[in-house]
């Protein structure tokens, strides 16, 4: 697994719940560290692991807690780079819907050997979709319900989402666009940030 991953679930933990619950995850996780590296690449075995714990630790499944990473990974000043490489898919909730298909290969272009699954958007009607989660990231789908969530508020959009469950290997979640304009959103400026 990308140390990105593994350092973002860390980020997470710490700031989320406080410095000493991630100690005691990775204290009882046993594994000779108590923090990940951003550029090194993890055995699978070993996010795995940490996600048990951090599941154990909170008493909150898996799929809570990962969607709860995803909202934090968009509306965290931390993570704000991640915010603004979402926020280019698009001036509109919509618009960043359609650019889903295309994140993986976007998120390549910033870190060339993170692979995230491809994801597939399918229009039932001009105010319901349904959201492909392929294979190759396990709880991704639950990320990206937290993503897609987050990202509603940050554009101003009142959006309903839900995991539908998967058919083989590929996971579906259920977006209904309630309204495109719901809120004025979060400020979000294309051009170059201020330092």
């Known amino acids: 697994m990308h140390g990105l991953i593994n350092r973002a679930i860390q980020s997470f933990v710490a ?16 594994l000779g560290f108590a923090e990940f590296e951003a550029m090194l690449v993890y055995d699978d075995d070993i996010t795995e692991q940490v996600l048990d714990k951090v599941c154990t630790v909170l008493k909150r499944s898996r799929s809570d807690v990962l ?11 931390n993570m704000e780079d991640l ?29 060339s050997d993170l692979n995230l699954p491809a994801l597939e958007l399918h229009e039932l009607s001009p105010t319901e979709y349904r959201l492909s989660c392929h294979p190759g990231l396990p709880g991704f789908s639950s990320v990206m319900v937290g993503v897609l969530r987050a990202m509603a ?25 309630v309204e495109s304009a719901f809120s ?12």
Not at 102 to 110: G, K, T
């Open 83 to 111: 915010r603004r490489l979402l926020r280019f898919g698009g001036v509109s909730y919509l618009e960043f819907l359609h650019s889903l298909d295309d994140l993986s290969d976007r998120v390549r272009l910033a870190v």
């Open 153 to 177: 508020d940050d554009y101003g959009a009142l959006a309903m989402l839900s995991h539908e469950g998967q058919q083989g290997e590929i996971e579906f979640i259920s977006i209904v666009l």
């Open 15 to 30: 700031v989320t719940y406080g410095q000493p619950c991630w100690m005691r995850v990775m204290d009882s996780a046993e």
């Open 184 to 195: 004025e959103g979060r400020h979000f400026d294309l051009g170059a940030r201020k330092a």
């Open 67 to 77: 969607e709860d990473l995803g909202t934090y990974l968009v509306s965290h000043p």
